[in-house]
Structure formats: C-alpha cells, structure tokens
C-alpha cells in the first residue's frame, strides 16, 4: 500500500484528468494529519505479494495451521455452491491487507468504473459496512466547531457519528426530491468563497447527503440538482460525502448519475454498501474518492480494526467471481423487484388507511415510506406509547432531525421486511391510532 505524504499540497497536478487542484491536507483534520503507517501492516501487505520461494519471518501472524477451522461450503439459492477448501480457508482465517482483499477490490474498482465512470483518478477501499466509512470519514475532515452541512432529516447513525465529534450541523432544506439547491445557495452566502481559503475561514468544507431513497424520507436527488450542488461545492471548495447505500435499490432505470460521475476535481468521497444487496451481517462496504483521502482512511483503518473480515471478504469475492458482474446485476434486479413490489403494496396501503389523516410521497428508491400525519405536532409520545399498545411499530421522525427534540410531525415506515398484509394492518392501526389522537 502507498500512503499518503501530505507535503503533497499539488496531487492533481500530476493527473491531466483533474480540472482543479485540490488541496487535500486543508480538509485533514490533526489527528488524522496525524496518523503513520504502520510498519508491521505494510510488512504484512508485502508478505502477500511476495513469491513463494520468500522466506519470511517478518511480521506476527500466527499459523493457520492451530486453527480449528478445515473448510466450508456455502450453498447458494441459485444452486451454485462456493467452496473454502484448506487452503483458501487459511487465507480466509488469516491477517489481510487494510484496504481489502486485492481480488475484491479489483472487481469493484471495474464495477465502479463501469457504473459512474468518474472523470478523475479513484482509490477505494473496503470498510466493515458503509457505517464504518462514514465514521473514519468524518474523524478524517471533521474538527470540533467545524460548519458541516447536510439535508436533515437524515440518517440516524451519520447523526450519531457527528455530535459527538463538536461541529455544527447546518441543515440545508430538501423535499423529495432531495437537497435543494437554492437553499444550499441561501446557506453558503453568509460566507464570501473568495475568503474561502484565508485562515481562520469558517466556511464550511464538506457537505454531507444521501442522494437515493434517503433514510429516512426516501428523497432522490434529480441529476439537475447534483450539477447544481456540484457546482456550489467548487464554487466554496467543499467535499462531498455522498453516502449511496440505495444506490442498487433505484426502482427505475435509467439509474440517475451520482455525484462520483460529475467529479472532476476529485472532491467527492462515495460511500457503498453491500449490506441492503448481499448480506448486512457481512459487513461490507466501500469509500472511493480521491487517492490521498482513502489512503488516510486506510491508516485509520490500519491502527483501528486492522481491516474487514477476510473471511467475509473473501466470500463475497468468490460470490462476485463466480457471478460476473452480469450476474451480479441479474441479482440486483431480482433485489429491486422484491423492493419495488413492497413499496407498491405500501403505497397502495396508505392509499386505503391514511389519505385523510397523512400525506407521503412515494419513494424511487430505497425501502423507506416518510409520512406526515396531519394534526399532530409531535410523533414522539404517539409512537413510543400509544403506538405500542395498539402493537404497530415505526420510528418517530424526531430522531433523524439535527435537534431531536425539535417536534416533528413524521413517522418512518420501512417496507422491507413484513409481508403486505402486515403492511396493510399496520396502517390500520396507524389510522385509527391518528384518529384518537386528535
Ligand atoms: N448510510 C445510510 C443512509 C444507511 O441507511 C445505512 C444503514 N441503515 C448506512 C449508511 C450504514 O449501512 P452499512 O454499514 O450496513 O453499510
């Protein structure tokens, strides 16, 4: 692995293919300046390219061979079978490169190219989860009193992962159609962007969203809107932290273009995930963005959990290899079929129970329904009391707002894992439960 020198102020100079240069050590913050290589990690990552005939007595993993583990199979639905025989056991079991397996990381840097085609130069590495991602990102580029923008309502877990890190979280306005340009525009003019790189500026430098089927209001942002916010980023010199874990799960073709496809400065860092397509439990996900910020996640992720499970890595990269990435997409279709079936007969549900008593936009993507329910100021208390009593459950909308006891009159209704039937119950109950409440 190559790491980061963060003298290099000029990395896009070397790249024709960046129109800008950017200058990647102003977003740092000190304690991820601060982070080294670690010798013993890199001697582990030498040791794996190494030909066989090296003898190594380098680095401390230990042998494979005490391990009780022999072999696995798994069976797969389509009625293929991976087999781990002894040896790919071993590697599974064993020490790996931080930033991910080398034969998965190669399938998905194609899979990315492929699919987004980013017009400047791209690293990526691979992250237990998305989550995982998000959270180094943000210890990456966040101080504390740091003006941080995004859309609220907004993820939950982005929200805990920020607080405590001291910034201020500046919410930007979006419907469902996702952030709002203008309103973005209104935000930044308190700031000048020819004073954006004077010290002490307090501009903010990076803009957080989630471009497709939002969690929690399952907004995607049109590609007229991403141009527009693009366009502001470069304008105040912002990085965009664009977190896609619905990115597979958009109902309708053609996929609309990422912010990672219009990137070319090098200012986007692009979160995936492998969790609402293959498996949550396997904890797989992605960051892909500019070399000398994966390269510092990569460092993080050295001194931190070393890197994501082999093991799990290695499974899904058998999966990938022995699917294609045809395969891999006749899978992903198969996924947004069942989605899209699921937001219909939510749809079609609240159509029968709540159109007097709450208002919706239907979702293009993702598995979440975010409903407004008229006449009640605050969910919070209807929710985590009555809502229980009547055994319906959905989260009350005051979580995903920057200021959680700001009262908010939504609720978040996934349509992921019960049957239509309890859909239609469930909003049953969430109508009557309306009703008595006001
Ligand atoms: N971002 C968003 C918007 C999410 O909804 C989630 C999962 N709920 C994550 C990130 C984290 O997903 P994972 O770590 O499983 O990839």
């Known amino acids: 692995m190559t790491t980061v020198g963060l003298g290099q102020k000029v990395h896009g100079g070397v ?6 240069i950017m200058n990647y050590a102003r977003f740092l913050t000190a304690v991820s300046a601060a982070r080294k290589p670690s010798a013993i990690r890199m001697l582990t990552e030498l040791q794996q390219r190494s030909p066989p005939t090296m003898i190594s007595l380098a680095g401390g993993a230990p042998n494979p061979n005490t391990f009780p583990f022999l ?7 389509d009625g293929q079978t991976l087999n781990f025989d002894e040896a790919l056991m071993k590697r599974a079991l064993q020490y790996s490169a931080s930033n991910g397996i080398p034969e998965l990381l190669t399938w998905m840097k194609k899979l990315q190219k492929d699919l987004h085609n980013p017009p400047s130069p791209m690293d990526m590495c691979v992250t237990t989860g998305s989550q995982e991602g998000l959270c180094k990102l943000f210890e990456m580029l966040v101080n504390p009193g740091d003006n941080v923008l995004l859309d609220a309502p907004t993820y939950s877990g982005t929200l805990a992962a920020l607080r405590p890190l001291g910034c201020n979280l500046i919410n930007v306005s979006s419907d469902q159609h996702g952030m709002i340009p203008a309103a973005l525009k209104d935000v930044l003019s308190r700031w000048d962007p020819s004073e954006v790189h004077k010290a002490g500026s307090t501009t903010p430098k990076i803009l957080y969203t989630i471009p497709n089927g939002g969690n929690p209001t399952g907004a995607s942002m049109t590609t007229q809107r991403k141009q527009e916010v693009y366009e502001l980023a470069r304008q105040y ?5 664009e977190d896609d874990p619905y990115y597979f799960l958009q109902f309708d073709k053609p996929w609309a273009p990422s912010f990672l496809s219009m990137d070319v400065d090098g200012r986007i860092l692009r979160t995936d995930s492998f969790s609402k397509i293959l498996s949550s439990g396997l904890r797989i996900g992605f960051v892909t ?4 910020l994966v390269d510092r996640v990569v460092l993080h992720i050295q001194a931190s959990t070393m890197h994501t499970s082999t093991f799990t890595q290695l499974m899904v990269s058998q999966l990938l290899h022995s699917w294609g990435q045809d395969g891999f997409l006749q899978h992903i ?4 079929e069942f989605y899209r079936k699921q937001r219909n007969a939510m749809i079609s549900s609240a159509d029968k129970w709540l159109k ?4 919706w936009h239907a979702p293009s993507a993702g598995m979440f329904l975010w409903i407004k329910l008229k006449g009640i100021a605050d969910t919070q208390q209807l929710i985590m009391e009555k809502a229980l009593e009547k055994e319906v459950l959905l ?4 979580v995903f707002m920057i200021n959680s006891s700001d009262p908010c009159p939504y609720v978040r209704a996934a349509f992921s894992l019960s049957t239509p039937e309890q859909i239609d119950e469930a909003f049953r109950r969430l109508s009557s439960l309306i009703k008595e409440a006001k």
């Open 289 to 292: 963005g500019p070399k000398p």
């Open 356 to 359: 007097d008593v709450a208002e």
């Open 333 to 336: 279709e198969g996924v947004i």
């Open 395 to 398: 989260v009350p909308g005051g």
């Open 237 to 241: 010199d912002m990085l965009i932290i």
């Open 15 to 20: 790249k024709p293919s960046y129109a800008r």
């Open 71 to 77: 072999s696995a199979s798994f069976g797969l639905k």
